[in-house]
């Protein structure tokens, strides 16, 4: 007894709101207590002023006060120890299924009956498991939905399907608007939708266990890239460190020889040198001996020193003096430029080829084309058309997806981006990765193109007519000869085409095609090739001012 004595003051002393203990406790005109901050808060979202429990409006907004004496008996009752109902409290909060059965404050429902369409607590749920009254009757788990078994016509549960009408229907709707309708009890029809749902479910696995193999194989694929990456930087640095290792060699050999030619050289030149050196001085002083000579008086003394002041040693040889001026290591100054510009020119051919090698790298599973329209609208793309790329003929409307030849010239802003002659415009988008759109065209001519941004815009050349250059591909619509052309080139298209045509694009793979869309995709044209910048979509109106093309929405 004194234990739900405890339990009777903790529901009496409890905020109706927040289910806790009375915090700054105020009383509402009906009686109720609420914390302030709970009624406050509840108050100014909803802005009404009713209360939570007995639902009574109050008008005007009531003043509230802190009720200090409940405040003070809340402080008494929180030193003997009295806690809040704990957070899994056995209550029915605004997002439970309350049960039918309690009054007052109603608890959780643990169950609801589907026959009897009403929802229970553990206590009132007793029944169904004691009496075999109610042990048939089906159980599920706590639902607010149960008024949704009850038809709305005639107040019946509905336990029949009618498959005519894929509806729920009661007996009554059986046998009156649904009589000779294809109808079966909901439970039969739950058994068969069952069937099928399993089946679906199997389908989803089956797929899921695909996505899952695919995605295993395409983190095999990621680890074998980085791991290729990784060795190939790997090796490209040994490599290079190699060459510049060997070159380096290269260049100190050079040096070395250059500096062992150069004291070879030197010391040559240096030993002729002094060798005349010492020879000029000899001379010199077999000079002054002659001149004192010839200056004797004595014929006898004359004749005797003559012979050996007179002779002469023999002179250095001049043919051992070659003198090349400025020409030394001319020569090997010369072969090492020859060198230079040698490798420059391999450098500049391997480069090429390396560069062409990474680009053609394939890093994912390749991805087919699709087969159906619905496959390519995954990849549709919105595209609008920009109206600083308008010819000054050219009306856009549609929000700027529609283009229309017109008698009168717009008055466009001067712009570099326009084109000056032919009747053309681009998107305002870039295309690159894998893109579909639809072009609805009508009149005497059209071409529906991608190009390079890089395309001529002023005057009348080839340079600027999509199709009529290699950086443009245009598909040139007409009621009976389609042609595609690139780069002056004519193709003929022999399909049959519609007033739609689609457009996919896959710039990494290098795939451009052009379909007729009808009931069924036609493929028209398909280009390969390697596409080397972002790609924006254009269109050419030929000949007249009936000539109008639409970027279709496809989303």
Known sequence: MAQKGVQLDQETFSCSICLDLLKDPVTVPCGHSFCMTCIKTQWDEENTYSCPQCRQTFTPRPVLVKNTVLAALMEELKKTG????????????????????????????????????????????????????????????????????????????????????????????????????????????????????????????????????????????????????????????????????LLDKRRSDVKQQIRSQQETEVSRVKELQEKLEQEITELKRKDADLKQLSHTQDHIQFLHNYPSVSALSEPTDSSSINIRPLRYFEDVTAAVSELRDKLQDILREKWTNISQDLTEVDVLLSQPEPKTRAGFLQYSQEITLDPNTAHTRLLLSERNRKATVISQQQSYSSHPDRFTYWYQVLSRESLTGRCYWEVEWSGRGVSVAVTYENISRAGNSNECQFGNNDKSWALDCRQNSPEFWYNNIKTPVSSPQSSRVGVYLDHRAGVLSFYSVSETMTLLHRVQTTFTHPLYAGLWLHYSYEDTAEFCKLK
Request: with cysteine; charged share 30%.
């Open 82 to 245: 009295l806690q809040a109902a704990p957070a899994d409290h056995c209550y029915a909060g605004p997002e439970d299924v309350a049960c039918d059965v309690c009054t007052g404050r109603k608890l959780k429902a643990l169950k609801s009956c589907l026959v009897c369409l009403a929802s229970y607590c553990e206590k009132h749920l007793q029944p169904h498991y004691e009496s075999p009254t109610f042990r048939k009757h089906k159980l599920v788990e706590p639902s607010k939905k149960l008024q949704e078994n009850i038809c709305s016509r005639h107040d019946e549960v509905m336990k029949m399907f009618c498959r005519t009408d894929q509806e729920s229907i009661c007996y009554l709707c059986s046998v009156d608007e649904h009589k000779g309708h294809d109808t079966v009890s909901a439970a039969a029809e739950m058994t068969e939708r069952q069937r099928e749902l399993e089946g679906s479910r199997q389908k989803i696995q089956q797929r899921i266990q695909n996505g899952e193999k695919d995605v295993k194989v395409l983190q095999q694929e990621l680890e074998t890239i980085n791991g290729s990456a990784d060795k190939a930087v790997e090796d490209s640095e040994k490599i290079f460190t190699e060459l510049i290792r």
